[in-house]
C-alpha cells in the first residue's frame, strides 16, 4: 500500500500544488485547510507523515504539533513543517513542538521529495526494529473478563503473590489498563505513576533498566507495575508500541508475568494478549456474565489464540442464592471450566485494608488453596507443551 501522507494548510493553492506533486510519486495524500480539521483526520486515520503548515488561523501549526506529541497514539508520526517562516527562532520554535524537519516556502519540488522520502524511511526504520528478546523461560498468563467488576484485579495479585511467596517464583504483576488502576492503592504504594512516565517516552527509549526501575517490590515477594488510577491517563491505552515495548522488556526479568487486561477487547488487548502463553477468562455465576464471557471467547478464537491456551476460571465474589449452580453454568458457557472460587468477600476486604493479599494474609484459607491450584494448572500446562 502506499504511504498516507496528510498536508495541513489553509492555503488551497499550496493544498493542491503539493497534493498533486506528492500524488504523482505514488504516495495517498489527505488534506486538511486548517489545524483542527487536520487533528480530525488524524483521529479517523492515522497517516505515515504528516506536512504541516505553520501560518494558520485558529491554532497554528506549532499547538497542532504539540498536540500530535501529548497523544501517545500520534507522538511518533514524522512531521515536516512547511512554512513561509525563516529565522532561526521559527525553526527551533519547530522542533521543540515536535516537528521532525523544517522546510521553507517556495521548495523546490525535488528538494520537498527527497526530505519526504527521508522522513518515512526513518519511519519504517523505527517501526521495524526487531522485537525485543524474550527469556524463553518466561510463562505470561494474561486474566481478563467480558465486563468490569468480575474480580480480574484480585486475581492477578493473588495468583502472583502465591507465585511468589509460596512457590518461591520470580514474578511481575502487570495492571495494563491506565487510568482505571486499583492495584497501587490496594497494595498500599505510593506515586505510583511511574507508568505513565514510561509511556509518555518514545518505544526506542524504553531500556529494560527504566522498566525494572518502575517496578514496585510487594512485601509477597513479586514485583509490581500498576496502572495510574488517573482517568485522563486512559488516553495511554492507545499507547499501544509503547505499552508492547513495556511488556516485551518485563518478560525478562522475571520467570513469571501476570498481567491484567481488564474487561473487554480494546486494540491494546487484542495486540497484547497473543503473546501470552495462557489467558485466564473469568466469568460469574449469572446468565449475562456467561454469554458477554461466550462472546469474549469467541473474539480471542478469532485472534487466533488457540482454544487450550484459554482457561475458564468461575469467581464467585458473593454469597447469594442467586448464583446458578456450577452444572448450571457449565452447560451455559459450553465449555469446561479450569476450576471455581468460592466466595470470601471478607477475606479479600481485609487483606485490601491492610495493603497486602489474600493468600498472605491467611495462607491457610480455602482461598489460598484455590490459588495453589491454579498455580498447578499453570506450571503443569506449560510442563506439557515443553
Not at 515477594?221 to 495510574?228: D, H, I
Not at 509503547?242 to 477487547?265: E, K, N, Y
Not at 491492610?354 to 503443569?380: G, R
Request: contains cysteine.
Amino acid at each position: 500500500m502506499p504511504e498516507k501522507i496528510l498536508i495541513v494548510d489553509d492555503d488551497l493553492d499550496t493544498l493542491r500544488l503539493v497534493g498533486l506533486m506528492l500524488q504523482k510519486k505514488g504516495y495517498q495524500i489527505v488534506a486538511a485547510n486548517n489545524g483542527k480539521q487536520g487533528l480530525l483526520k488524524v483521529a479517523e486515520d492515522i497517516p505515515d507523515l504528516i506536512l504541516l503548515d505553520v501560518m494558520m488561523p485558529e491554532m497554528d501549526g506549532y499547538e497542532v504539533a504539540r498536540r500530535l506529541r501529548e497523544n501517545p497514539e500520534t507522538a511518533n508520526i514524522p512531521i515536516l513543517m512547511f512554512t513561509a517562516k525563516s529565522q532561526l527562532d521559527d525553526k527551533v520554535t519547530g522542533f521543540e513542538a515536535g516537528a521532525d524537519d523544517y522546510l521553507t516556502k517556495p521548495t523546490h519540488p525535488a528538494e520537498l521529495q527527497a526530505h519526504v522520502k527521508a522522513l518515512l524511511a526513518r519511519s519504517v526504520k523505527v517501526n521495524k526494529e526487531k522485537p525485543v528478546p524474550v527469556d524463553k523461560k518466561i510463562t505470561t498468563v494474561g486474566i481478563i473478563s467480558a465486563r468490569g467488576g468480575v474480580g480480574v484485579s484480585s486475581v492477578a495479585i493473588n495468583l502472583g503473590s502465591f507465585l511468589s511467596s509460596n512457590m518461591g517464583e520470580k514474578t511481575i504483576v502487570l495492571e495494563l489498563p491506565q487510568g482505571m488502576g486499583s492495584m497501587g492503592r490496594d497494595l498500599g504504594f505510593t506515586d505510583f505513576g511511574n507508568i505513565r512516565e514510561l509511556l509518555k517516552k518514545a518505544p526506542n527509549e524504553i531500556t529494560t533498566e527504566a522498566v525494572e526501575e518502575a517496578l514496585f517490590e510487594h512485601e509477597a515477594g513479586m514485583r509490581v507495575l500498576p496502572a495510574s488510577e488517573e482517568p485522563k491517563d486512559a488516553i495511554f491505552n492507545n499507547a499501544i508500541q509503547q505499552s508492547g515495548t513495556i511488556f516485551s522488556r518485563l518478560s525478562s526479568l522475571a520467570h513469571f508475568m501476570i498481567v491484567d487486561f481488564g474487561a473487554g477487547l480494546p486494540r491494546l488487548s487484542q495486540a497484547l494478549l497473543p503473546q501470552c502463553d495462557q489467558i485466564i477468562v473469568l466469568i460469574e455465576s449469572f446468565s449475562n456474565s456467561i454469554a458477554q464471557a461466550k462472546l469474549l471467547i469467541k473474539n480471542l478464537l478469532e485472534l487466533g489464540i488457540e482454544e487450550e491456551k484459554i482457561l475458564i476460571v468461575l469467581n464467585n465474589r458473593m454469597r447469594s442464592d442467586l448464583l446458578l449452580p456450577r452444572k448450571q453454568v457449565n452447560s451455559e458457557i459450553g465449555a469446561p471450566l479450569t476450576m471455581a472460587f468460592t466466595p470470601a468477600p471478607e477475606l479479600f476486604s481485609q487483606a485490601i485494608k491492610k495493603n497486602t493479599t489474600a493468600v498472605v494474609e491467611q495462607p491457610e484459607s480455602i482461598t489460598t488453596q484455590h490459588f495453589q491450584k491454579l498455580a498447578k494448572i499453570i506450571i503443569e500446562h506449560e510442563a506439557e507443551k515443553a
